[in-house]
């Protein structure tokens, strides 16, 4: 987790470099001594409103890209979210067809923004997916050379085409620094094509790749699929899918075929992100609470070093904030920390997907039954 915030904390710093080289050793210079432009234009009102305007253009073509590459790829586009602006696809009732609707999601896997795709056939590739907002930020590179050599500035006076070249400037700029976080070959706050390279490099996690978009998409349509493909060879994309299957288990009550494949994560000697296995620990700290004792609870619990605890305490989602009420009700019998969790249910359930939502609602609610079981004075409610 340390190494994940301290790769996060360079990207960041890198973006900022980029934006104060640009803007100090070129943009600077170029308008020094210069207080207004063509038509009245203040110097700093015409910059600020540049990147704006060059902001808006880079995160829509980022996500244009990504339909793109999704297409050639041969991907069925369900989602495209630009700056919390989204257009999904839905089945409408009365119809029986699929349509897109206009929305605002509470949340969404990008840092601006995020394109939902979902395999159309078992040879679909997701590389042009990944790349093609690298060949996006080429052409926009080649574009400001071509008008750096053709927009040339005058002996004397402004050239009113300076300012395109400036404003082209900007745009690239913006660019370069959503590549910077978007390739970067680490997962940061969200998935970036960087990492999906680094993992994409092995057949077996395109092929999980894939089956994880198939998971998402049933997800996102509210379509029901009882069993997915489940892989004995763990990766970061693997772990995904065969979580999918573990809360497909727990459905049934299944717990132990749930907890093999939880194990197969925990004891992999794979080199995993930190919230995958960690992820994979709290199923397990999940199942041991409710088909086990206390005991064993407590002792698979002090297994975890401190950023594992605190992701267990503080992240918030409806793993989480599950297995934390039994862990804290059950083993520490602390009722304020049961409910400083459920206070925390609104906002969890806001980030999952209409279909998720019902079921983790209904986990919850069985959540308490087995806790007030299992201590009868807690008083936590939902």
Same mark, same amino acid.
């Given at each position: ?23 100090? !050793? ?20 015409? #910059? ?83 790349? !093609?907002?690298?060949?996006?930020? !080429?052409?926009?590179?080649?574009? #400001? ?32 620094? #959503? ?105 397990? #700290? ?12 407590? !002792? ?14 503080s992240n918030y989602t409806m793993l989480t904030i599950r297995t934390a ?58």
């Amino acid at each position: 987790m340390i190494k994940e915030d301290l790769i996060s904390f360079i990207v960041y710093i890198l973006m900022l470099a980029v934006a104060a080289i640009v803007g100090f !050793a070129i943009i600077s210079p170029a308008f020094k001594g210069v207080s207004t432009i063509g038509y009245g234009w203040n110097v700093v009102g015409y #910059l600020i409103v540049c990147l704006i305007i060059a902001i808006i253009i880079e995160v829509i073509f980022f996500e244009i890209a990504h339909a793109i590459g999704a297409k050639i790829g041969k991907y069925k586009i369900l989602s495209i979210n630009v700056l919390g602006f989204s257009f999904n696809k839905h089945l409408d009732e009365k119809s029986g067809k699929y349509k897109v609707k206009f929305k605002f999601p509470s949340n969404f896997d990008g840092l601006t923004g995020e394109t939902l795709i979902a395999p159309t056939s078992e040879k679909s590739n997701p590389m042009y997916y990944t790349f !093609a907002p690298l060949f996006l930020f !080429a052409i926009e590179a080649a574009l #400001l050379v071509v008008f750096y050599m053709v927009i040339t500035k005058p002996k004397t006076g402004q050239n009113p085409l300076d300012f395109v070249k400036y404003f082209q400037l900007i745009i690239v700029t913006v660019g370069g620094m #959503l590549f910077i976080y978007d390739y970067t070959p680490a997962k940061l706050d969200s998935v970036t094509d960087g990492y999906r390279l680094v993992l994409l490099n092995k057949k077996i996690n395109v092929r999980a790749y894939n089956v994880l978009l198939n998971i998402r998409a049933d997800e996102f349509l509210g379509n029901s699929s009882e069993k997915y493909e489940t892989f004995t060879e763990i990766t970061d994309f693997t772990s995904e899918v065969n979580i999918a299957s573990v809360r497909n288990f727990l459905k049934k009550d299944h717990h132990e075929e749930a907890l093999e494949l939880v194990n197969q994560i925990i004891d992999s000697k794979t080199t995993l992100s930190f919230e995958t296995r960690t992820v994979a620990k709290i199923y397990k #700290l999940n199942i041991i609470l409710y088909y086990k004792t206390s005991e064993e609870a407590k !002792a698979f619990y002090e297994s975890f070093n401190e950023k594992e605890t605190e992701y267990l305490k503080s992240n918030y989602t409806m793993l989480t904030i599950r297995t934390a009420i039994l862990y804290y009700g059950i083993v520490e019998k602390s009722n304020s920390e049961c409910e400083n969790q459920i206070h925390q249910v609104k906002k969890a359930l806001e980030k999952e997907s209409a279909y998720s939502k019902k079921y983790e609602e209904d986990l919850l609610r069985k959540t308490i039954v087995v806790l007030k079981e299992k201590n009868n004075e807690i008083e936590a409610t939902y």
